[in-house]
């Protein structure tokens, strides 16, 4: 059975979804501080802290539990900035505790959600695995980090796992009824979005004097569905024995800010009004990753790798909920 960490999240719901549609048991955990309860589905679900031994001991004991994903992270690189201690906490002490009780309990597979944060300002694009790890901020700290830490429980006692460095993850189950509802809200796409439903009186374009193409910051933006399939791949790896491994994962195509802006207006049939701000603090000018390992290894394959599709799927959500899971019925 798989322990889902972080289920009631973003990325942690979509996953549960798939994990829902292939038949495969599972259990999500989740404190709630951030993750929704309706996010959850029809997945079984237990409510704890990673922070709380107890939690985990009791959890392990009670389930048979082969291989944990974890999704149960803070991801703000801006609240980073201003609250390392809390990130800290959460994303490297929770995962001792974490691993401590995976150690305990004989449990030694792991799935972990990593960033392109990692990398920090890039010597090259697109980004391959072996770009040096230099994080230009907490966040990314945090996350490299915890991969240090797992490859040392590695060697130390066998743990094996699959670091996952998502890009820009985004858009939306088709069906409309799981999205991304972060509060507040951070992130390019969610507010594009919200602009152009007029729920925002623009967007604001941070920076238009990047060495870029049209002068905006270029992301990989990467559908979550595409992210939760990779971790199905992750699994069947690990399963058949699988050494440990860490793969990018991006859809090797950048998208600017003003491009995102245009495939908005474009999906939504809507104009985003925009405003052009200063750069955001810590922003690169470019970040698009080489995924080709991934690719040749396991087959992995973005199924939704245009951007159309990405906004289409994030438009339908929103449009739906424009409250996020707090929206009435
Ligand atoms: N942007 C704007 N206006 C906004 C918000 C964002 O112009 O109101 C721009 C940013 O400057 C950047 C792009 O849109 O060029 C994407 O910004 P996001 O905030 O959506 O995403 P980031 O690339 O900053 O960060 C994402 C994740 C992080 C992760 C990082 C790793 O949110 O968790 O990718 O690459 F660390």
Redesign the pocket.
């Known amino acids: 059975m798989i322990l889902v960490l972080g289920g009631a999240g973003y990325i942690g719901s979509h996953m549960l979804k798939v994990l829902r549609e292939v038949g495969e048991p599972h259990l999500a955990f989740d404190n709630l501080e951030r993750g929704h309860l309706a996010a959850l589905g029809e997945s079984p679900f237990l409510a704890g802290d990673l922070r709380q031994p107890n939690d985990l001991t009791r959890l392990f004991a009670e389930h048979r539990i082969d291989t944990v994903m974890h999704f149960a992270a803070y991801?703000?690189?801006g609240e980073s900035v201003k609250k390392p201690a809390e990130f800290y906490w959460n994303n490297v002490y929770g995962v001792l505790v974490l691993l401590e009780q995976m150690r305990l309990a004989g449990v030694s597979q792991i799935v972990f959600s990593s960033?392109?944060?990692v990398?920090g300002e890039p010597d090259y694009v697109p980004l391959d695995e072996a770009h040096p790890t230099r994080p230009g901020?907490p966040?990314?700290e945090t996350?490299l980090a915890v991969e240090r830490m797992l490859a040392a429980f590695g060697d130390a006692y066998g743990l094996r796992s699959v670091c996952l460095r998502?890009?820009?993850?985004?858009g939306a189950d088709p069906a409309g009824v799981l999205g991304e509802d972060h509060d507040p809200e951070?992130?390019?796409?969610p507010?594009?979005i919200q602009a152009a439903l007029g729920r925002r009186p623009s967007?604001?374009?941070?920076?238009d004097d990047?060495p870029t193409p049209d002068g905006?910051?270029?992301?990989d933006y990467v559908h979550v569905l595409d992210l939760a399939k990779a971790h199905l791949l992750a699994v069947n790896h690990l399963r058949r024995g699988g050494a440990s491994a860490t793969y990018n994962l991006g859809t090797g195509h950048g998208h600017?800010?003003k491009e995102?802006i245009s495939a908005v207006e474009r999906v939504s049939g809507r104009p985003v009004p925009v405003e052009i701000?200063p750069?955001?603090a810590?922003?690169?000018?470019q970040?698009v990753a080489a995924s080709d390992a991934i690719q040749r290894d396991w087959g992995w394959r973005p199924q939704f790798g245009q951007l159309d599709q990405i906004v289409e799927h994030a438009f339908r959500w929103f449009e739906a909920h424009p409250e996020g899971y707090r929206t009435p019925l």
Request: hydrophobic letters at 45%; charged letters at 15%.
């Open positions: 991801i703000e690189v960033t392109a944060a990398y901020n966040y990314g996350k998502y890009f820009n993850a985004a951070t992130h390019l796409i507010l594009v967007i604001k374009i941070f920076g990047y905006t910051g270029v992301r600017s800010v995102v701000a750069r955001r810590g922003d690169t000018a970040l």
